[in-house]
């Protein structure tokens, strides 16, 4: 479709240059957004001929190209209607009866689809702290000891408690065991980090978050280099329905063509809030992997570059001092989702599906790309009103 695969080609240069139209002359220089729900076909759907869209469309096809490349995977990525498309399309790899290892703080709507899971099909779910390499060392043993192969479910940075897993040492451990390993690459993004080359076998993004990047589109991917893997996964998504609209598709890549430019304004800009928010007086706690004293600062140094845009904060007053922060903010969005140019931040705790080793104060902030003055200056006057809430 495109003559964009030249290997050599940098990650920030193919966010521009991958998924392009092939090089005809008065050929468009974008994709075309085609809105047609079946196709003239006679042949069969099998051998990747356009029969009807909902499995497959042309639409699909340069951001999935795109993702495909951005990760470093040898195949095209496939383009689900949201994460959780993405996500529950992935757990269906785990068999009936088997188990699924997963961090406790994975984003929580990934934790209740694998709870469903188990209830559904005695698939076995082990909770775990995925930045604690022994622990799940442990767990993926012990699950091999049982007769399972364990589906490892690793997402690094967590969301929300930012904890960075050892992925290649999770990897072999995993792969030792005769197991699977899944990676929500969603808080990285594949600038930040490619987990396929760390040994991960399956990677789901929210392509809803930075790839689309601009809060207007719900979006999903799955990629793999395993063919028997990514044709599971296709028949999944055909099956199972969780499809993108090509408006949705065609967005998607139109944010990601200045994804580059966004991940480096907004980890520039989450890197000066956490420096000053480290030392600020009304708060109670702050965290970001970019921080020296965070636990896994050199893990996340060794396998990442850069270190994101969400940190964490705890402001002096508590909840009700977190509650008041949110409401009393002018700029920041008081928002739940993540990923885009604007700053937003949540109190996590306000679902009750969030896990409860969550602090019920712990504010968690997406930094945009606005001036990070004026990013301070905002969240310094609201830190003043939660301060009014401290013993
Ligand atoms: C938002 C999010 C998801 C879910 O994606 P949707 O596009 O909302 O379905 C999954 N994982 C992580 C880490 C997320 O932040």
Same mark, same amino acid.
């Given at each position: 479709?495109?003559?964009?695969?030249?290997?050599?080609?940098?990650?920030?240069?193919?966010?521009?240059?991958?998924?392009?139209?092939?090089?005809?002359?008065?050929?468009?220089?974008?994709?075309?957004?085609?809105?047609?729900?079946?196709?003239?076909?006679?042949?069969?759907?099998?051998?990747?001929?356009?029969?009807?869209?909902?499995?497959?469309?042309?639409?699909?096809?340069?951001?999935?190209?795109?993702?495909?490349?951005?990760?470093?995977?040898?195949?095209?990525?496939?383009?689900?209607?949201?994460?959780?498309?993405?996500?529950?399309?992935?757990?269906?790899?785990?068999?009936?009866?088997?188990?699924?290892?997963?961090?406790?703080?994975?984003?929580?709507?990934?934790?209740?689809?694998?709870?469903?899971?188990?209830?559904?099909?005695?698939?076995?779910?082990?909770?775990?702290?995925?930045?604690?390499?022994?622990?799940?060392?442990?767990?993926?043993?012990?699950?091999?000891?049982?007769?399972?192969?364990?589906?490892?479910?690793?997402?690094?940075?967590?969301?929300?408690?930012?904890?960075?897993?050892?992925?290649?040492?999770?990897?072999?451990?995993?792969?030792?065991?005769?197991?699977?390993?899944?990676?929500?690459?969603?808080?990285?993004?594949?600038?930040?980090?490619?987990?396929?080359?760390?040994?991960?076998?399956?990677?789901?993004?929210?392509?809803?978050?930075?790839?689309?990047?601009?809060?207007?589109?719900?979006?999903? /991917? !799955?990629?793999?280099?395993?063919? =028997?893997?990514?044709?599971? #996964? @296709?028949?999944?998504?055909?099956?199972? $329905? +969780?499809? &993108?609209?090509?408006?949705?598709?065609?967005?998607?890549?139109?944010?990601?063509?200045?994804?580059?430019?966004?991940?480096?304004?907004?980890?520039?800009?989450?890197?000066?809030?956490?420096?000053?928010?480290?030392?600020?007086?009304?708060?109670?706690?702050?965290?970001?992997?970019?921080?020296?004293?965070?636990?896994?600062?050199?893990?996340? /140094? !060794?396998?990442?570059?850069?270190? =994101?845009?969400?940190?964490? #904060? @705890?402001?002096?007053?508590?909840?009700? $001092? +977190?509650? &008041?922060?949110?409401?009393?903010?002018?700029?920041?969005?008081?928002?739940?989702?993540?990923?885009?140019?604007?700053?937003?931040?949540?109190?996590?705790?306000?679902?009750?599906?969030?896990?409860?080793?969550?602090?019920?104060?712990?504010?968690?902030?997406?930094?945009?790309?606005?001036?990070?003055?004026?990013?301070?200056?905002?969240?310094?006057? !609201?830190?003043?009103?939660?301060?009014?809430?401290?013993?």
């Amino acid at each position: 479709m495109t003559d964009q695969h030249d290997p050599t080609l940098r990650p920030d240069t193919l966010t521009v240059a991958a998924g392009r139209p092939a090089r005809e002359e008065q050929a468009p220089v974008n994709p075309p957004v085609v809105l047609s729900s079946t196709y003239f076909s006679t042949g069969s759907p099998d051998g990747g001929d356009l029969v009807y869209a909902r499995l497959g469309t042309e639409t699909w096809l340069p951001l999935e190209e795109a993702l495909g490349t951005l990760e470093g995977s040898t195949r095209p990525g496939l383009v689900f209607g949201s994460g959780m498309g993405a996500i529950s399309a992935a757990l269906d790899l785990v068999p009936a009866g088997g188990e699924v290892i997963i961090p406790r703080h994975s984003y929580h709507a990934s934790l209740v689809a694998a709870r469903h899971l188990a209830e559904r099909s005695q698939v076995r779910v082990s909770e775990v702290d995925i930045a604690d390499t022994d622990q799940v060392t442990a767990a993926v043993r012990e699950s091999a000891a049982r007769g399972h192969e364990p589906v490892l479910w690793v997402e690094s940075p967590t969301n929300p408690m930012l904890e960075v897993a050892d992925l290649p040492a999770l990897a072999e451990v995993t792969h030792a065991a005769g197991g699977l390993v899944i990676a929500d690459n969603t808080f990285a993004t594949p600038l930040g980090q490619r987990p396929l080359t760390l040994g991960a076998d399956v990677v789901v993004h929210s392509v809803t978050k930075y790839l689309a990047g601009h809060s207007d589109v719900i979006l999903g /991917a !799955a990629l793999t280099d395993d063919e =028997g893997l990514h044709e599971r #996964l @296709r028949v999944r998504r055909s099956i199972g $329905g +969780a499809v &993108a609209g090509p408006w949705e598709a065609w967005l998607a890549l139109r944010g990601m063509r200045t994804l580059a430019l966004r991940v480096q304004r907004s980890q520039q800009n989450a890197a000066a809030l956490a420096e000053h928010l480290r030392t600020h007086p009304l708060v109670a706690a702050v965290s970001y992997p970019g921080l020296p004293d965070h636990p896994q600062h050199e893990r996340a /140094a !060794a396998q990442m570059s850069g270190f =994101g845009s969400i940190l964490t #904060l @705890r402001p002096v007053g508590g909840v009700e $001092g +977190a509650e &008041a922060l949110t409401r009393a903010l002018r700029l920041w969005l008081p928002a739940t989702s993540l990923g885009g140019v604007e700053s937003s931040l949540e109190r996590r705790r306000r679902f009750a599906a969030e896990a409860p080793t969550v602090p019920e104060d712990l504010l968690r902030l997406s930094v945009g790309i606005e001036d990070v003055a004026d990013l301070i200056a905002d969240l310094d006057q !609201a830190l003043a009103v939660a301060a009014q809430y401290a013993e």
